[in-house]
């Protein structure tokens, strides 16, 4: 995807049926970084996972998915923040399921508990930002 600073909405179009129900763009980008929308537990034909590890692949795959059609990838995630029902009931199941998909160069990560999301059955959210093309391995002096 070429780098430019004009803002450009990314719309795969699995995710066409949120962005015409909700009025927004999955992610956004403007040169090489990408904001992608809270992706939840729910797939966009309205299946939702049914439980904590469920909701997380299905939230993952989304990232992915639409980091994919922005030009990028999960290895150009540099923050991570989520938003957990139950963070502390919860959290070991999520980040079994995070690591599989962030397996090492762990981004930036940020957890917050919450009351309640989009829909009751949703139990976990999941944001991002990445650059794309700073996922290439880098030796990091120390």
């Known amino acids: 995807m070429e780098s430019t600073t004009k803002r450009q909405p990314i719309i795969p179009p699995p995710f066409q049926v949120w962005y015409d129900a909700y009025h927004f763009a999955p992610a956004t980008r403007v040169g090489d970084t990408i904001w992608v929308s809270g992706q939840?537990?729910?797939t966009p034909d309205g299946t939702v996972g049914e439980d904590i590890q469920a909701q997380a692949r299905i939230?993952?795959?989304s990232l992915k998915a639409i980091?994919?059609?922005?030009?990028?990838?999960?290895a150009d995630v540099v923050e991570l923040m989520t938003f957990h029902i139950d963070l502390q009931?919860?959290?070991?199941?999520?980040?079994?399921?995070?690591d599989e998909y962030f397996p090492e160069r762990f981004p930036s990560w940020t957890a917050v508990g919450v009351t309640q999301l989009v829909f009751p059955e949703l139990r976990v959210e999941v944001r991002a930002v990445a650059v794309a093309g700073s996922g290439e391995k880098t030796v990091v002096s120390k």
């Open 89 to 98: 009931g919860e959290i070991e199941g999520f980040a079994a399921i995070k």
């Open 40 to 42: 939840v537990g729910a």
């Open 67 to 74: 980091l994919e059609a922005a030009g990028a990838s999960l």
């Open 59 to 61: 939230a993952f795959e």
